[in-house]
Antibody, heavy 115, light 113 residues
Framework: QVQLQQWGAGLLKPSETLSLTCAFYSGSFSGDYWSWIRQPPGKGPEWIGEISHIGITNYNPSLKSRITISLDTSKNQLSLKLTSVTAADTAMYYC?????????WGQGTLVTVSS | DIVMTQSPDSLAVSLGERATINCKSSQSVLYRSNNKNYLAWYRQKPGQPPKLLIYWASTRESGVPDRFSGSGSGTDFTLTVSSLQAEDEAVYYCQQYYNAPWTFGQGTKVEAK
């Protein structure tokens, strides 16, 4: 399994842009996709989107207009940007590898949107 | 989108007893060309990310105890914990990877009584 460590701002105001980074270390990754998943408090996970090792992106249609996922293979880093955040975007955000099931997960970053 | 619905929302099981969680998908997740069900199960303990237990509906992930088993096909699936241990208190999720967007159930909370 791949080791994933993520970071980013945890407190945002409405209309700001969420920006998270996930670094992947060690292990072997035989799958093709790096994903972002979020989980609102007390709810099930929601897939945000993913990027392949050659840069092909797939986004959840419900968020597609606000998302950018990128991959920097030279730094072994995955990034997520979500624009125009609202309170509904408050959640724990995870990066994960997709095999096609979600295999390795980051530790999570709690993002709170509040004025 | 494929909607995943789990039942029950919560259950309390005595230690050593069986726990059974159901998951129903709004459309079949069986891919007929390879006869595989595109369904996974996860366990999530407080403060931790979900951990993969089972994929292809019934294949245990490496290192997962054999008290965990998955069954079902098409639209109806079951996760069974044959003998509940204290460390199995958690929320369990099913997830389909048949069609994007990949979707999860709402979760089933399992408590020991």
């Amino acid at each position: 399994q791949v080791q994933l460590q993520q970071w980013g701002a945890g407190l945002l105001k409405p209309s700001e842009t969420l920006s998270l980074t996930c670094a992947f270390y060690s292990g072997s990754f035989s799958g093709d996709y790096w994903s972002w998943i979020r989980q609102p408090p007390g709810k099930g996970p929601e897939w945000i989107g993913e990027i392949s090792h050659i840069g092909i992106t797939n986004y959840n249609p419900s968020l597609k207009s606000r998302i950018t996922i990128s991959l920097d293979t030279s730094k072994n880093q995955l990034s997520l940007k979500l624009t125009s955040v609202t309170a509904a975007d408050t959640a724990m955000y995870y990066c994960a590898t997709r095999l096609p099931w979600f295999d390795s997960w980051g530790q999570g970053t709690l993002v709170t949107v509040s004025s | 989108d494929i909607v995943m619905t789990q039942s029950p929302d919560s259950l309390a099981v005595s230690l050593g007893e069986r726990a059974t969680i159901n998951c129903k998908s709004s459309q079949s997740v069986l891919y007929r060309s390879n006869n595989k069900n595109y369904l996974a199960w996860y366990r999530q303990k407080p403060g931790q990310p979900p951990k993969l237990l089972i994929y292809w509906a019934s294949t245990r992930e490496s290192g997962v105890p054999d008290r965990f088993s998955g069954s079902g096909s098409g639209t109806d699936f079951t996760l069974t914990v044959s003998s509940l241990q204290a460390e199995d208190e958690a929320v369990y999720y099913c997830q389909q990877y048949y069609n994007a967007p990949w979707t999860f159930g709402q979760g089933t909370k399992v408590e020991a009584k």
